[in-house]
Nanobody, 115 residues
Framework: QVQLVESGGGLGQPGGSLRLSCAAS????????MGWYRQAPGKQRELVAR???????NYADSVKGRFTISRDNAKNMVYLQMNSLKPEDTAVYYC?????????WGQGTQVTVSS
């Protein structure tokens, strides 16, 4: 089992940057995939970015070139650097741990992009 706590959300301006952090309650070095998902009002939760144990990554087309996911196994942390923010990035962002046989989720952090 793993508990996940997100932080770093808030209000960002179009074209600006925010950095989300996800703190895990246990070692993440052996976790198959850590990811960030988001859910906007009235929409389904969608994958934003994911990073595997070999540090390979994949991104939603809508955030490629703007967002960067990273993990620090020594600190049990996962980050999402969000640059060139757009109003359509507004959503609740969730950290996810995929253990292969079970998923764990954080409580989410709100990101609002508005001028």
């Amino acid at each position: 089992q793993v508990q996940l706590v997100e932080s770093g959300g808030g209000l960002g301006q179009p074209g600006g940057s925010l950095r989300l952090s996800c703190a895990a309650s246990r070692s993440i070095g052996g976790i198959y995939a850590m990811g960030w998902y988001r859910q906007a009002p009235g929409k389904q939760r969608e994958l934003v970015a994911r990073i595997l144990t070999d540090s390979s990554t994949n991104y939603a087309d809508s955030v490629k070139g703007r967002f960067t996911i990273s993990r620090d196994n020594a600190k049990n942390m996962v980050y999402l650097q969000m640059n060139s923010l757009k109003p359509e990035d507004t959503a609740v962002y969730y950290c996810n741990a995929d253990l292969g046989f079970q998923d764990y989720w954080g409580q989410g952090t709100q990101v609002t992009v508005s001028s």
